[in-house]
């Protein structure tokens, strides 16, 4: 079945350093990918998406790109913010038998310190 | 509203009790999805409707766990005879269809 791997956490960085969080995945169709953001107490913030491979997601200072030949969709930031403080959770959505059900990594906790 | 709303946000059962969460997704919303998340990890899928019809159930953990969604648009996940592990927080999502899933705050469930 479709499966998300991510970088185990936490991610503790400074402020202003770079931030790469690495995802893989395993489909059985061709899935768009997502990253999406838990903030303490919150429910998940969709941050990015791509719906075909060579794609480009982007927002807020965040981007991936969706990688077919290593089926990877590491996201990545120049310039960490305290307030970028999250959990960030790499999803798919795969069409397999007509369903677009997202199927989650286990997250991964980033901590930025001032 | 503008959301998938959740309710309640809260909720602490004693164990052998049942419960009921309700999600109210975007207006319009084909897709409804629910999911568990424990304490450090992802959410696991539990089960997604297209409109009123429940296409698949297969994430549900036990038959002590329902959900319905009987005009296509409120849906309620109900559990009953609550038990410990059954402490974790549900997430309701839905979508328009092919695209992006849209989630609500979630339910913390306590079961004590």
């Known amino acids: 079945g479709d499966s998300v791997t991510q970088m185990e956490g936490p991610v503790t960085l400074s402020e202003e350093a770079f931030l790469t969080i690495n995802c893989t995945y395993t489909?059985?169709?061709?899935?768009?990918l997502f990253w999406y953001v838990q903030y303490p107490g919150e429910g998940l913030q969709l941050l990015l998406k791509?719906?075909?491979?060579?794609d480009k997601g982007s927002n807020k200072g965040f981007e991936a790109t969706y990688r077919k030949e290593t089926t990877s969709f590491h996201l990545e930031k120049g310039s960490v913010q305290v307030s970028d403080s999250a959990v960030y959770f790499c999803?798919?959505?795969?069409?397999?038998?007509?369903?677009?059900?997202?199927?989650f990594g286990r997250g991964t906790s980033l901590i930025v310190h001032p | 509203g503008a959301g998938v709303s959740q309710s309640p946000r809260y909720k602490v059962a004693k164990r052998g009790q049942d419960v009921a969460l309700r999600c109210d997704p975007i207006?319009?919303?084909?897709?409804l999805f629910w999911y568990q998340q424990a304490l450090g990890q992802g959410p696991e899928f539990l089960t997604y409707?297209?409109?009123?019809?429940?296409?698949?159930k297969s994430g549900l953990p036990s038959d002590r766990f329902f959900a319905e969604r009987p005009e296509g648009s409120v849906s309620t996940l109900k559990i009953q005879r609550t038990q410990q592990e059954d402490s974790a927080v549900y997430l309701c999502?839905?979508?328009?269809?092919?695209?992006?899933?849209?989630f609500g705050q979630g339910t913390r469930l306590t079961v004590v």
């Open positions: 999502a839905s979508s328009p269809g092919a695209a992006s899933a849209f």
């Open positions: 489909a059985t169709g061709y899935p768009s």
């Open positions: 791509a719906t075909k491979a060579d």
């Open positions: 999803a798919l959505s795969d069409s397999t038998g007509g369903s677009y059900i997202p199927t």
């Open positions: 207006s319009g919303h084909v897709s």
């Open positions: 409707f297209q409109n009123e019809a429940q296409l698949d």
